[in-house]
Structure formats: structure tokens, C-alpha cells
């Protein structure tokens, strides 16, 4: 448990309805990016809550219904390694964000985002926090959901795609994943502007077949 000291702020603004807002997976090879929002209750509050990175998975599942069930409203989007491609995994992540915003079914005041830059969404005031999952309440609840949503539907694409071990890296650039590409390709969930096999020539030579 957390010391009082270490506790969660449960707002930045007492006066609006905040939406904590965060993503997952920019930084992985394959699969695509995730974002959550989350509109908490200012009273919410669970002392295993805290950024997703500082979680144990077990820990995380076990806040996910709880989030989902105390928060007044939530949503989960993303965005493909395709779209990725297409536009760069910046913008990227803020459409998921935008994305996620969009099917709120309550309308926030203010938005609280992880990090250093955002793409203003509609006429709505935000602010960017670095290390925000950290800090504030909402934020720290997005990055749970976020992580839960993508780590469960990278362990399913796991089923199918065993040799790239996705049930454990989730995605990212870990040895055993890099050493997967270099012997088997690779597939289409991979992220191909991430330059992350420099020696791929074309499609048809490197990707693995469905």
C-alpha cells in the first residue's frame, strides 16, 4: 500500500467534470496503440491504484471492474499498426485518444493527459502532466484500462501468432521478440514504419502468411 504521502491526487480542478486521459503501446513493434478515458468520482479512491507500469497484472485486473464499475463513465479505443503507418504513431495515439473521448457518455469539463503533448479535442481545455499516470487519480485509472484492453487482445493475437511470444512482450521490442523477426518475418500486425527489420524488401518476401 501506498504511503499517505505517495497518495493519488483525485482531481486538478475541484470546479469540473475531469476526464483523465492516457494511451498504451506507442512504443511497441506490433499491434496497435490503445487509449482510455475516465471520468472518476472526486471521491474515488482504492489504495492499489497507480500508474499501469507500477501494476502487477494481477493487480490490474483486479481494478479494471472496479474502475468500471465506480467511474461515471469510461471508454476504451484504438487504433491500428496500419493507421499507424499511415500517419505516425503520434498522431496516432491522439486519435485513439480522440477516439476514446468520443464515446464517453458523460461530457467532461476539463481534460487531465499523460504526458507532454496533445491534440486539442473540440473546444474542451485540457492539461498535460508529465508522468501523470503517477499522480493524479483519473489519469493513473485510464493507464489500467488502456494496458488491461490491449495486453488482453495482444494475448489473443498470441493464439495465432505464437512465435512472436506476444503473450508475454505484448508487443514490444524485447529480445526474444526482435530475434522471432529475424527468423520468421514479419506478419501484419507489425508496425513496418518502425524500420524494425531493415533488411525487408517487400511484402511478399517477409510477411507471414494468415
Same mark, same amino acid.
Given at each position: 500500500? +501506498?504511503?499517505?504521502?505517495?497518495?493519488?491526487?483525485?482531481?486538478?480542478?475541484?470546479?469540473?467534470?475531469?476526464?483523465?486521459?492516457?494511451?498504451?503501446?506507442?512504443?511497441?513493434?506490433?499491434?496497435?496503440v490503445y487509449a482510455a478515458a475516465v471520468i472518476l468520482p472526486k471521491t474515488f479512491y482504492h489504495p492499489l491504484l497507480n500508474d499501469s507500469k507500477e501494476l502487477t497484472k494481477e493487480e490490474r485486473n483486479l481494478l479494471r471492474p472496479i474502475i468500471e464499475k465506480e467511474?461515471?463513465?469510461?471508454?476504451?479505443?484504438?487504433?491500428?499498426? #496500419?493507421?499507424?503507418?499511415?500517419?505516425?504513431?503520434?498522431?496516432?495515439?491522439?486519435?485513439?485518444?480522440?477516439?476514446?473521448?468520443?464515446?464517453?457518455?458523460?461530457?467532461?469539463?476539463?481534460?487531465?493527459?499523460?504526458?507532454?503533448?496533445?491534440?486539442?479535442?473540440?473546444?474542451?481545455?485540457?492539461?498535460?502532466?508529465? +508522468?501523470? *499516470?503517477?499522480?493524479?487519480?483519473?489519469?493513473?485509472?485510464?493507464?489500467?484500462?488502456?494496458?488491461?484492453?490491449? *495486453?488482453?487482445?495482444?494475448?489473443?493475437?498470441?493464439?495465432?501468432?505464437?512465435?512472436?511470444?506476444?503473450?508475454?512482450?505484448?508487443?514490444?521490442?524485447?529480445?526474444?521478440?526482435?530475434?522471432?523477426?529475424?527468423?520468421?518475418?514479419?506478419?501484419?500486425?507489425?508496425?513496418?514504419?518502425?524500420?524494425?527489420?531493415? *533488411?525487408?524488401?517487400?511484402?511478399?518476401?517477409?510477411? #507471414?502468411? *494468415?
Open positions: 500500500m +501506498k504511503k499517505v504521502s505517495e497518495l493519488l491526487l483525485p482531481f486538478f480542478h475541484n470546479k469540473f467534470i475531469e476526464a483523465g486521459v492516457d494511451e498504451v503501446g506507442r512504443g511497441c513493434y506490433a499491434g496497435p467511474c461515471y463513465s469510461f471508454a476504451v479505443a484504438s487504433v491500428t499498426n #496500419v493507421e499507424i503507418d499511415r500517419i505516425n504513431i503520434l498522431q496516432a495515439s491522439f486519435k485513439a485518444m480522440h477516439l476514446a473521448l468520443n464515446k464517453l457518455n458523460t461530457s467532461p469539463e476539463l481534460l487531465l493527459v499523460d504526458g507532454n503533448r496533445f491534440k486539442k479535442y473540440k473546444k474542451l481545455p485540457h492539461q498535460c502532466i508529465i +508522468k501523470g *499516470d503517477g499522480m493524479y487519480a483519473p489519469i493513473a485509472a485510464a493507464s489500467v484500462l488502456a494496458k488491461t484492453y490491449r *495486453d488482453e487482445y495482444m494475448e489473443n493475437l498470441h493464439e495465432k501468432y505464437t512465435m512472436y511470444s506476444w503473450n508475454k512482450n505484448k508487443g514490444y521490442g524485447t529480445r526474444e521478440h526482435r530475434d522471432a523477426i529475424e527468423i520468421h518475418g514479419l506478419c501484419r500486425y507489425h508496425r513496418k514504419s518502425f524500420n524494425i527489420w531493415p *533488411d525487408f524488401k517487400n511484402d511478399s518476401e517477409t510477411l #507471414v502468411e *494468415d
